[in-house]
């Protein structure tokens, strides 16, 4: 989708106050899962998926939807449910294509609603292999195995920036150097204000005004 596309300083693949918010991105929201569904994956457990997903509170009722968030007081995205593999968004939005974005820093800007999730982001490397990192915060230790490294995710209460080094990832991992990023995949439960890239870390009396989790207040 980028791979012609000049890249550098700030490239932004989702933002909840834009036109189009899910421009680039398809959605799923997956029935809750039965008692039959429930059991099996608390006894079948590999370590990358909750073990007991309806202790979380009562069974939700799953969605992707738009609504203003009580603390930014603006709208942002929310993904909700008690199952997370059957809910969430991906860009893109067709199986076929690939992001093909060269930044090498990730950065979200979330919201730990206090229930299990998580994010996947696949990516090449100089090798031509396809490489997947996937954080939860239910995930208690990092696990590398030959394509997918699981992470364990650590958020503050509330509104949550979470930056990725992805080529210090890769090269930690792997021995081997980040080509590109070429998919994202952002599973229940969360809020969602930004997805973007840079090309370096920016601190953040640096960023623009529209890439701060809290907007200025007008004069």
């Known amino acids: ?122 990516v090449l490397d100089d090798r031509g292999e396809k490489r997947r990192f996937r954080a939860s915060n239910f995930q208690t230790t990092t696990r590398v195995k030959p394509y997918i490294t699981t992470m364990p995710l650590r958020m503050d209460p509330g509104w949550n920036q979470i930056q990725l080094n992805l080529a210090d990832y890769v090269k930690r991992a792997y021995g081997t150097a980040y080509v590109e990023t070429q998919r994202i995949t952002i599973h229940a439960s969360c809020r969602i204000r930004r997805i973007y890239f840079s090309d370096r870390l920016v601190p953040e009396n640096e960023l623009p005004a529209e890439f701060k989790l809290y907007l200025p207040v007008k004069a």
């Open 1 to 122: 989708m980028f791979k012609n596309t000049f890249q550098s300083g700030f490239l932004s693949v989702f933002y909840s106050l834009g036109s189009d918010p899910l421009q680039l991105w398809a959605k799923r929201v997956g029935p809750p899962p039965t008692t039959s569904t429930s059991k099996l994956q608390s006894t079948s457990n590999d370590g990358d998926s909750p073990t007991t997903p309806q202790q979380q509170e009562q069974q939700l009722e799953p969605h992707v939807e738009f609504l203003v968030d009580d603390t930014l007081n603006s709208q942002v995205l929310e993904i909700l449910s008690t199952h997370l593999p059957t809910t969430f968004i991906t860009t893109p939005s067709l199986a076929t294509r690939t992001l093909g974005i060269k930044l090498p820093f990730l950065v979200f800007l979330v919201k730990n609603l206090g229930k299990y999730w998580s994010f996947e982001v696949t």
